[in-house]
Every structure is written in C-alpha cells, then in structure tokens.
C-alpha cells in the first residue's frame, strides 16, 4: 500500500508527465498546422484517404489525388 505521501509523489510525476505531453502535442499542431489543414480538406473531400494521398497531404504544394 501506498502512504497517502507516495501517492501525492505520484500524481505529482503524472501529472507533469501529462503536461509535458500535452505541450509536445501542442507544439507539433503548431508547427504542422498547415499539413493538418490540407490533411481535413483531403478528408473533408474523400471521407478515406490511402497512404500515397496521405504523404501528398504531408508535401507542401501537393494534394490528395
């Protein structure tokens, strides 16, 4: 059993665990936002997407085909 101590330790190592996920996450959004943005239109347009549309959504000045 954990002393009620141990327990706050932990949330505690979670929960910046989490957040530093979470800003990872964050942060990658950021910096791909226009990939993920041609990544929903293709979405928007098709509904599924193979892995050859994919990557083309991935390179800028490309498409889905």
Do not use: W
Not at 14 to 27: G, K, P, S
């Amino acid at each position: 059993h954990f002393s009620e101590r141990s327990a706050m330790i932990i949330d505690k190592a979670v929960r910046q665990l989490l957040n530093e996920a979470a800003d990872r996450a964050r942060t990658t959004i950021q910096e791909n936002r226009e990939k993920f943005d041609r990544l929903v239109e293709a979405l928007m347009d098709e509904e599924t997407l193979y892995a050859d549309q994919i990557k083309n959504c991935m390179t800028p000045g490309k498409r889905a085909a």
